[in-house]
Each structure stands twice: as C-alpha cells, then as structure tokens.
C-alpha cells in the first residue's frame, strides 16, 4: 500500500486513536523480553514494520538480532503515552435545529462513552452565548467552558446532560469570538500542563455570521481573520491545533481553511445520509490526529537501570506481527527518535510513522528493553 493512500479512509470508517496500555511481566535474565506495550486504534489503512512503497510494511533493521526471546531483553515497564487535552466548541445556531441537532447529541454521547478514549481530558462550550453585559466580540467571553477538563468516561456525564440541557437557539455564528476563547484557554492549558498536548475542535454547520461589523477593527466574518486565530494557536509554544468537524451546511472551503491555518490539513466533513454515525465517527478521527505520538521514556531507563541506546520499539499496524521499527534520529523516513538526545524525556515515531499509525485500525507498540538499539 502506498503511503498516499492512508488518506483515503472512508468517513464512516474513521475511527479515532486510542491509547492502551498493558504491564507484562519481567523476564528472568535468560527467558523472554521486557516489553513495554502500548496500542492505538483508529480506523484506516495500514500494515506493520517499516514502509515500503509497493505494498505491506518492511525493515532494514537486522529484526532476527533482537529475537524477544533473547537474553538482553531484561527489563519490562508500562508505556505511558502524553495526555491530550480537548476543547470542543460547538456551534447551537438556530440552524443546527431538527435532525442535526438529534444526531450530534446522539454522536457526541456515544464518543465520550467509547472505552477507547479513556483518559482524554475534554471540556464543552456552546456557541453563540447568551447575550450580556460582556461585549459580543470579547474572546475571553467563550474561555471558560461550560463543562470543565475531565478525563473520560468520568465527564462522560456531565457533557451528555449539558448537551441534552442545551437547545439549537442561536440567532447567529459567531465563529470568530468562539474560536478565540477556545484557543485561549488551550494556551492556558498548555501552559499549566506542560508536557501535555492540548487541542480545540469546532463543530459547525455554516459560515461566520457575527457578532459585529467590527471586532477591534476585524471583520469578524471574514475567514482569513479566523484563520489568522488558528494559525496562532498552532504557532504557539505547544501548539495548541485546531480541529474543525463540518456539518451538513458547512462553508467547506471556510471549513477547510481554518483547519489548515491550525495544524490540521482539512476540516472532517460529516454527510446527510447518516449524521449520528459520521458525526461520532468524525469525533473519533479527530481525537485519533490530536493524540500526540509520544511516550514517556520508561521510568527504568530514566532512572538509569538501562541505557538509553539499549531500548528498541517493536511495531506494528492492523494485527500484522510486531517488527524492529529504527531509531532515526534525523527522521527522514519511518523510525522513531528522542525528542531531546542530550537529555530524553520522551520517545517520539516520526511522521511518517506517526501518520501510518493514526491511520491503521490498530496500532500495537512495544518497547523493548535491555537490546543495543538498532539505529538508521
């Protein structure tokens, strides 16, 4: 399979990428593996091992020198994948009335009870707000969600009944005063949970419509503004990306802009045929991409029980067996490296490892310990 291809997934194929992680037991010095092991899922294409460009996944790595039977692999350890911290911003205009409104409540209640995004901190907001005192383009007006970061399934709850609460009673779209207070407080969430990755996603059905003509001298209607508020959000520290899921009814070349002026290549567009199915879908993909593809580098290593050129990654995609997937420090092709190698605090794949595996229906990632690091 080409790589060009793990683009193509269906959208009601799109399911997104969850983290599980497993504990195995140690192996004694002349038995089995360490193996730390830690699986995604999402919907797509894919297979295991390395790329290659014809079809299926290979290696150049020497994969019979590190049998996971062999003797150096002492040492087993939980992988811990970096939180996500999602923001989702959804739009309740009048417009969103009738089936869309029933579907997205129904998608939305389905994905944060999925077992497969346990742990995924997410808070909700609804846009327009009522009006008040606070002037319609303030953006610090839309920052404080109205269901607070809580890890899933535990907020499971609270955001089903704030949706159920909530009724599509907007007399506008005010996208542009949304969006910023989101991307507002995923900065600050950013900055207040270091080394956690954080993200917003807008859900919307149309085109910016309001708040003003004017919104400290930018038109607040006009998509290069909004996408200007993305784009800076992405250019952040941490970036803080932006995710936008479009209804049917949604300005798709709007839609599209944002989301590529905030990291994210294109806007996830949801059919009419089946709402509450691609909608939930569509949630999953895009908790699948935010998910960052780093993992902790294992505590038995940073402690200095075992050295960092004696860990190796075993991988694989779509149920295919495991294979040595290369150290490639410089990331010019499939591999993984350290995302500091003079003082490593993490192990990161490389995008187009990354990539293959947001894709892939399954994801399985071990780490193997105790072996002298295969490295292209």
């Known amino acids: 399979m080409r790589l060009e291809s793990l683009h193509l997934t269906s959208l009601a194929s799109m399911v997104g990428l969850a983290v599980a992680m497993g504990l195995h037991g140690a192996c004694a010095p002349d038995s089995g593996a360490g193996l730390v092991s830690s699986s995604f899922s999402s919907d797509g294409a894919g297979s295991g091992g390395t790329f290659d460009p014809d079809g299926g996944l290979s290696t150049d790595a020497p994969v019979e020198a590190l049998d996971p039977d062999a003797a150096c692999g002492l040492v087993t350890e939980e992988a811990i994948a970096v939180p996500l911290n999602l923001y989702i911003m959804m739009d309740k205009s009048s417009s969103m009335a009738g089936d869309k409104w029933t579907s997205a409540k129904a998608g939305l209640t389905a994905f944060v ?41 535990d907020n499971a709850g609270a955001i089903v009944a704030a949706i159920e609460a909530e009724s599509p009673n907007g007399a506008s779209t005010p996208v542009y005063p949304a969006l910023g207070g989101a991307l507002l407080q995923g900065i600050d969430v950013a900055k207040n949970h270091p080394g956690e990755a954080s993200a917003v996603l807008l859900v919307t059905d149309g085109q910016p419509q309001g708040p003003a003509a004017q919104c400290a001298g930018v038109n607040p209607e006009d998509p290069d503004a909004i996408a200007d508020l993305a784009a800076a959000g992405a250019r952040y520290g941490t970036p803080v990306r932006t995710f936008v899921i479009g209804l049917p009814g949604v300005n798709q070349s709007f839609a599209n802009q944002v989301a590529a002026a905030g990291g994210t290549d294109a806007a996830v567009l949801v059919g009419a045929t089946n709402i509450a199915v691609e909608f939930q879908n569509a949630l999953a993909k895009v908790t699948g991409q935010a998910l960052p593809c780093e993992f902790e580098v294992p ?19 779509d149920g295919a067996s495991q294979e040595i997937l290369p150290q490639r420090p410089g990331c010019d092709g499939p591999g993984w490296r350290y995302d500091d190698p003079a003082s490593p605090a993490a192990l990161v794949l490389c995008p187009a490892t990354c990539e293959a595996a947001r894709g892939a229906s399954i994801a399985k990632i071990q780490i193997l310990l105790g072996c002298e690091t295969v490295i292209l």
């Open 113 to 153: 009870n999925s077992a497969r995004f346990a742990g995924v901190r997410v808070a909700l907001r609804f846009f327009p707000r009522v009006a008040d005192d606070v002037p319609a383009c303030d953006h610090e007006a839309y920052g404080e969600p109205l269901v607070p970061f809580g890890p899933l399934p």
């Open 299 to 317: 505590s038995q290593v940073a402690g200095g029980q075992v050295a960092f050129d004696d860990v190796n990654v075993l991988f694989g995609l």
